[in-house]
Structure formats: structure tokens, C-alpha cells
């Protein structure tokens, strides 16, 4: 089982890491975003190596690369991604204050696109 936990871990990890430096083109974007499908399957309260895994894709979520891209379907995504880790790191803020209103503020946003 450990070694299906690190496979999952290094896939989390991979798509952190590729969105810290992520493709200005929506269409190469949108298929690392898919990162939600991953997330899902994340339990909430997580052990540390799984929390390790998931901290560049924490990081590159809320960057303006990809949180102000400009593409609806690429904030969208982004929003559902962030609101897995909300999940998972529950009842634990992901991030800080400024982070969250301004994560809740483009959710809402996107709802009155």
C-alpha cells in the first residue's frame, strides 16, 4: 500500500511542481489543472508526506499566473482545486486571510459569469 501512496504523493507532486512554472496558454494549463481529479481521492486530514506532496500545488493554485489568468475555465478549475484542499486541510484554514477572501471573492465571481 505504501508504495501506491507514493506514487499518488509523486503525481500531486509532479503537478505542483509543473504549475509553479505553469504554460501561459489555457490549453496547456487546463490539463494540469485535472490535478482536482487527484485531489478527490485525498482524505481530509491527511498524513505529513501526503501534506509535503500537496504544498507546491497549494502554492502554485494561489499565484496570479493562475488564480488572475484570465481565462474563465482556468480560474474556474483553479477554484475547484483550491476548494478540495479547503477539504482536505479542514477544519485548518489552507491559507492565509488575504488568500481565502480573495479566493472566495473570484468563486463568487465565477458564479456571476
Not at 482545486?81 to 488575504?98: G, H, K, L, V
Amino acid at each position: 500500500m505504501a508504495s501506491a501512496s507514493n506514487g499518488f504523493e509523486a503525481k500531486l507532486r509532479d503537478v505542483g511542481n509543473r504549475l509553479l512554472h505553469p504554460p501561459s496558454s489555457a490549453d496547456e494549463l487546463l490539463p494540469l489543472l485535472e490535478a482536482e481529479s487527484y485531489l478527490e481521492k485525498v482524505e481530509q486530514q491527511p498524513c505529513m508526506s501526503t501534506k509535503i506532496a500537496l504544498s507546491p500545488l497549494m502554492e502554485a493554485l494561489v499565484a496570479d499566473q493562475i488564480l488572475k489568468h484570465g481565462n474563465g475555465g482556468v480560474e474556474v478549475s483553479a477554484v475547484a482545486c483550491i476548494s478540495e484542499i479547503t477539504r482536505i486541510m479542514a477544519p485548518d484554514a489552507p491559507y492565509d486571510d488575504n488568500q481565502m477572501t480573495e479566493i472566495f471573492q473570484l468563486t463568487v465571481a465565477s458564479f456571476e459569469n
